[in-house]
Every structure is written in structure tokens, then in C-alpha cells.
T-cell receptor, first 114, second 110 residues
Framework: EPEVTQTPSHQVTQMGQEVILRCVPI?????FYWYRQILGQKVEFLVS????????KSEIFDDQFSVERPDGSNFTLKIRSTKLEDSAMYFC????????????FGPGTRLLVL | SQQGEEDPQALSIQEGENATMNCSYK?????LQWYRQNSGRGLVHLIL?????REKHSGRLRVTLDTSKKSSSLLITASRAADTASYFC??????????FGQGTRLTINP
């Protein structure tokens, strides 16, 4: 069964450093998403992406965040200058269509900012 | 209350018993999805129920949706130790994002 994959599974970085989290969505899916989950808290939407552009973003997704689909398979989330409060589990998800469709989540990348 | 709140926050039952978790939400939805998360792991999709559906089954799972009460329930029948996890409801409000609840931590005791 096709699945969303994410790399790395864990990342430790120093405050102020840039990190890139990578995702390979399910191959025939057209819509891509990033969510995050701070330890012990809810899963929160960050951004959705379609047709090579952001379709929706939350207030969390400020100028230090960016997303890109650099090729036909990868979908990345870049955090330009990490802060302590960026420590969280980051989930990538994809769906085949926009409405009434299941979002399939990857296993997550646990980011720890020191 | 916030969009997508689960109740109870924690539930502990004996193996073989049924587990029922509830979710309430505030705004109109396109669909509601239930996910499972094992400790510190990814989100596994369980079931999607559309706003025009009232009940859906998948194996040992039964989901109901009452749009007049803005609530949903997830029933797991004949629970197993492997069902121990956190369960989240997520509402699709049509804004290209899912809004998750806080989750119910389910523990199945052998």
C-alpha cells in the first residue's frame, strides 16, 4: 500500500540554524500539507500546497517557513532560523483531491531545537 | 469549547470490552476523520465520514455523525491490547486543512 514517507525521522539543531524537512507524498496525490504537533498538544495545520503554490496557510506559518516541491516527488518544509519553540513533530500529509478526501500522514520528523 | 474536542480525555478498559470516544465540533464540516496515533508515532487514518452520512463501519470500528448536534462517536468493539493509542477526530471545514482535537488516550488492559 502506498504511503507517505518523511526524512529524517529525528533532527537535532541549534537555535538559529536552518533545517529542511523532507517528504515524499503518495505518487498520484495532488495536494500536500504540513502539520506540526508540539509535545503533548494538538496536531496543528501549517500549510497546504497545490499546483506548485501555497493554497492555505495558518498564522503559525510565518516568514521563517517555506515550502517547495523541488521535483516530481519531494515536498519540503524549510525553517530558516529555528527557534526553541519550533521543537515539535512535523507531519507531512497528502490527498488525492481537495474535498471529501482522506489525508494520509507520514510518520513524522521529530525536530529538537537546542 | 474548541473545534474538534474529544471526550473523554483518557479511557482505560479491559481487553475484549468496547471503547467509545466522542468528538464535538462547532462549525459546519465537509467531513470528519478519525486518526490513531501510537505513542510518539505517526497518524494512521481510520475512517472518514461525510457530512451527509450518519454511520459508517470498518472492521471493528463504527463511527456515527450527528450534524444537528455537531458530534461524532467512534466505537471500537472487542478491544485488543494493540488498540492502545491516542485517537483524534479531525474536521474538514473546507479550508484545505484539518482541525484536530486534543485526542482521547485509550489504554486496553490485558
Amino acid at each position: 500500500e502506498p504511503e507517505v514517507t518523511q526524512t529524517p525521522s529525528h533532527q537535532v539543531t541549534q537555535m538559529g540554524q536552518e533545517v529542511i524537512l523532507r517528504c515524499v507524498p503518495i505518487s498520484n496525490h495532488l495536494y500536500f500539507y504540513w502539520y506540526r504537533q508540539i509535545l503533548g498538544q494538538k496536531v496543528e495545520f501549517l500549510v497546504s500546497f497545490y499546483n506548485n503554490e501555497i493554497s492555505e496557510k495558518s498564522e503559525i506559518f510565518d516568514d521563517q517557513f517555506s515550502v517547495e516541491r523541488p521535483d516530481g516527488s519531494n515536498f519540503t518544509l524549510k525553517i530558516r532560523s529555528t527557534k526553541l519553540e519550533d521543537s515539535a513533530m512535523y507531519f507531512c500529509a497528502s490527498s488525492e483531491a481537495l474535498y471529501q478526501e482522506t489525508q494520509y500522514f507520514g510518520p513524522g520528523t521529530r525536530l529538537l531545537v537546542l | 469549547s474548541q473545534q474538534g474536542e474529544e471526550d473523554p480525555q483518557a479511557l482505560s478498559i479491559q481487553e475484549g470490552e468496547n471503547a467509545t470516544m466522542n468528538c464535538s465540533y462547532k462549525t459546519s464540516i465537509n467531513n470528519l476523520q478519525w486518526y490513531r496515533q501510537n505513542s510518539g508515532r505517526g497518524l494512521v487514518h481510520l475512517i472518514l465520514i461525510r457530512s451527509n452520512e450518519r454511520e459508517k463501519h470498518s472492521g471493528r470500528l463504527r463511527v456515527t455523525l450527528d450534524t444537528s448536534k455537531k458530534s461524532s462517536s467512534l466505537l471500537i468493539t472487542a478491544s485488543r491490547a494493540a488498540d492502545t493509542a491516542s485517537y483524534f477526530c479531525a474536521t474538514d471545514v473546507g479550508a484545505q486543512k484539518l482541525v484536530f482535537g486534543q485526542g482521547t488516550r485509550l489504554t486496553i488492559n490485558p
